[in-house]
């Protein structure tokens, strides 16, 4: 949760200590540590990234989440037409997984269910409207014409209140159970109780002493220095103990990795374990290496954070566009899978499948329709064998036509992009044949025993009458209980209902959510929330009278088959293996012809954007590699190299 709103820090400190970009081609803060780049700044181009010399290059990628459709439409983008992109499902978007329902019986529009991703960072400083951040998601956000509104986070100003139910309601020393309200409609009202103000002050000051030091370095000479620094220093703390180190008095230029920690006592640890840092519980992190959470609250990944309505008008109707409501589309094996609706976050991933390249070039879709082949869905890749002629030989099942048996295929690429998630890697796919100087056993093994979170989500629509009111409730709920975090929102006056995220649990607190069928967690959920309305003096009213239990859809990402988790996360002392995994492609690639992309292959766990960029990054390499002429000026040297333990 949001504790004071200092979570737009990052964003408010960039226009007065942000240090002078090193290079054309650095990025500015706020923006990821790793790879001081600006990526919009190269794939903006008219032109895109690079064009494709004239020598034919065959590629697969693996995955049509958003990093493979990404790089399907960058490659192309760039001139390579011989692109084969495979995908097990029957939809696209992976862990971009947006419920659009039907219509009401009146033919009104209903509001969408976010399933996966649903609050993204842009990467703006304050003085900027989000599509003007410098950042993938900013860049495609606007090129699509996405809408966006500020996702209503907990204590925040878009909330109308956020109630605060801890150790039974009697946190605040109470005779009697309450639920702590807190307004925040101006952005500088400090969370209610002594308490609770002795949490935020502890880590206001911890984080805002380590993000002006890091926005006064960002991108400058120093600045990877200063991270290494940062990350020698932190690497083998869990998040748990950071809270509970003692903190310093002031920043040493002479240590300037060093930040020291929260200082915070047992109990405020525990009342920090629920309300978190900027987006709900951060208990399920505590036993994560602290480079996670300083990573998301010290460099914007937390900061302005939107909500994407969909390729939509004012009404939340949606835009003209390739195959709008078209039930299913047919692949090029004629395979049918999920047409777009252009609704929620999924219309990004629809939008990089089927919106032209330009006047001139059409989309992928277009592009595979054409000639016959390059998009396989309902299609599962079983094994990759590195061949003596250094190509790599892919083998997949696909179904027949119509749905029927599966058929084993295989084809031979000069380069496969493989995205998966890596516990779908590890008890999916055979990589046989390559060399130990093409895919090293510490690469194998950094993404084999890299940490997976489960979470689990429970949506219900929710009356259309309840934001309006002059209800005790308030917007957002934060409580200790297995519920967890509850949001209620709106996207549309126009929509026939709103939607209540019942409930959002991440790791241990997902887990002992797994074995209640959907039914019976959505009725757990409602009545674990009207016990707590109704326990607390200062509300005694229900929720459950204004939600559709009937219509409630519960995801849990752990048992997905086509995720095995939701997101990769790394514990204390692993973090230079997930850095290795990053390196991969720069290092190793130009030898295996195999390139590592997504989150699998990232330290942002969760976050759409490192996706975004590790789609790019497997493009830059592929250009590298076939002699593709760079535009805009831009060379490998201009790349910088991700720094590892030696």
């Not at 990467?123 to 951040?133: C, I, L, S």
């Not at 999920?338 to 919106?355: Q, V, W």
Request: hydrophobic share 35%.
């Amino acid at each position: 949760m949001t504790i004071g709103s200092s979570y737009e820090y990052p964003a408010k400190i960039a226009r007065h200590f942000a240090a002078q970009p090193h290079s054309n081609w650095a990025a500015r803060f706020p923006n990821p540590p790793d790879l001081c780049f600006d990526y919009r700044k190269l794939v903006e181009q008219h032109d895109g990234i690079a064009s494709a010399s004239g020598t034919p290059h065959k590629i697969c990628i693996i995955g049509a989440g958003v990093t493979g459709l990404v790089a399907a439409r960058e490659l192309l983008r760039c001139g390579f037409t011989d692109v084969t992109l495979i995908e097990q499902s029957h939809r696209i978007g992976g862990r971009h997984l947006t419920i659009n329902r039907p219509m009401s019986d009146e033919g009104h529009a209903l509001t969408p269910f976010e399933m996966g991703a649903m609050r993204m960072p842009f990467f703006n400083t304050a003085e900027e409207a989000p599509k003007e951040g410098r950042s993938l998601m900013a860049y495609y956000a606007q090129l699509f014409d996405l809408k966006i509104s500020d996702f209503p986070n907990p204590g925040t100003p878009v909330v109308k209140a956020t109630g605060i139910y801890l150790q039974d309601g009697l946190v605040a020393g109470s005779s009697e159970p309450q639920l702590l309200i807190w307004n925040n409609q101006q952005g500088h009202t400090p969370p209610p109780t002594q308490t609770l103000q002795s949490v935020f002050d502890k880590w206001q000051t911890f984080a805002h002493r380590m993000t002006r030091q890091v926005a006064a370095s960002y991108g400058g000479h120093e600045w990877e220095a200063m991270w290494a620094a940062i990350v020698e220093r932190y690497h083998s703390v869990s998040f748990r103990d950071l809270v509970t180190l003692a903190p310093l008095n002031s920043w040493n230029k002479k240590a300037p990795g060093d930040f020291g920690g929260l200082g915070m006592t047992a109990e405020e640890s525990r009342i920090f374990y629920s309300i978190g840092i900027g987006d709900g519980s951060w208990g399920a992190f505590y036993d994560v290496c602290c480079l996670y959470p300083i990573r998301t609250a010290i460099f914007g990944f937390s900061s302005h954070l939107q909500l994407v309505h969909g390729r939509v008008d004012e009404r939340g109707i949606a835009l003209d566009a390739p195959h709008l409501n078209v039930t299913a589309l047919p692949d090029s094996s004629g395979n049918e899978f999920d047409g777009p609706r252009y609704l929620g976050l999924a219309a990004l991933d629809e939008c990089l499948l089927h919106m032209p390249i330009d006047d001139a070039r059409p989309s992928f879709y277009e592009h595979c329709l054409q000639r016959g082949s390059g998009l396989l869905t309902n299609s599962r890749v079983t094994k990759l064998s590195k061949l003596d002629s250094g190509k790599t030989r892919v083998h997949f099942e696909t179904q027949t036509s119509g749905g029927g048996r599966t058929q084993p295929m295989a084809d031979d690429f000069d380069s496969v992009i493989l995205t998966l998630p890596s516990w779908l890697i590890e008890t999916q796919i055979r990589l046989e044949g390559y060399s130990r100087s093409e895919l090293p056993y510490s690469i194998i093994n950094a993404y084999k025993t890299a940490h997976w979170e489960t979470s689990c989500k429970v949506y219900a629509p929710l009356k259309k009458g309840f934001l309006s009111s002059n209800s005790k409730i308030p917007q957002i709920l934060v409580t200790d209980s297995f519920v967890h975090d509850v949001y209620l929102y709106r996207y549309n006056d126009h929509y026939s209902d709103d939607c209540i995220l019942l409930s959002y649990t991440w790791e241990d607190d997902a887990t002992k959510l797994a074995s209640f069928k959907d039914p019976e967690l959505v009725e757990k959920c409602i009545t674990e929330l009207d016990r707590i309305l109704m326990s607390c003096s200062n509300v005694q009213e229900r929720l459950s009278p204004y939600i559709d239990a009937d219509q409630a859809v519960v995801q849990r990402w752990v048992t997905d088959r086509n995720a095995l988790g939701c997101a990769k996360l790394y514990r204390p002392g692993t973090y230079h293996d997930a850095v290795s995994l990053m390196g991969y492609n720069r290092e190793y690639s130009a030898e295996s012809g195999l390139y590592l992309s997504g989150e699998s292959f990232s330290v942002d766990a969760g976050w759409t954007e490192p996706c975004l960029r590790g789609a790019v990054d497997a493009v830059i390499h592929i250009c590298d590699k076939t002699g593709a002429r760079f535009h805009g000026g831009f060379s490998m040297q201009d790349y910088p190299h991700y720094h590892t333990a030696n």
